[in-house]
């Protein structure tokens, strides 16, 4: 199986189990997000502990990269701080972002997140990919 195969598999099991997507009834915030360019919603409930993340759900409908992508972020932010957050989210970003190389060995640093290296070919879907995130940062802004 060829990397890019793998990275399929990973990316399509996530879109049909998607992690996290019991709804949170004890929610601190919560935001939801849409990218109109493709039909993508996405929305995002918290648990915050001080300004670590205790519990997430992250629901939605649209295209497999959105979410995807979402229940990739839920999986990974459980327990992480703000800024370890905000680490994450740039890692991502950087990935995604042309001019900077892939992860050497592939799967060191974001885990599954990484199967979604390959948008970075189709500009158009970065948003798709990234729309958990801004949702993420609405629903945390002001809070900490
Ligand atoms: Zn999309």
Sequence with gaps: MSLEQLYREVILDHYRNPRHSEPLNNADSRSEGVNPMCGDEVAVAIELND??????????????????????????????????REELAEKFKGMLSSDVPLPDPPGSTLGDMESLAGVREYPVRIKCALLPWTTLAEATNGRH
């Design 51 to 84: 300004d670590h993340i205790t519990d997430v759900s992250v629901t939605g409908k649209g295209c497999s990269i959105s979410q995807a992508s979402g229940s990739m972020m839920a999986e990974a932010i459980v327990g992480l701080s703000k800024g370890e």
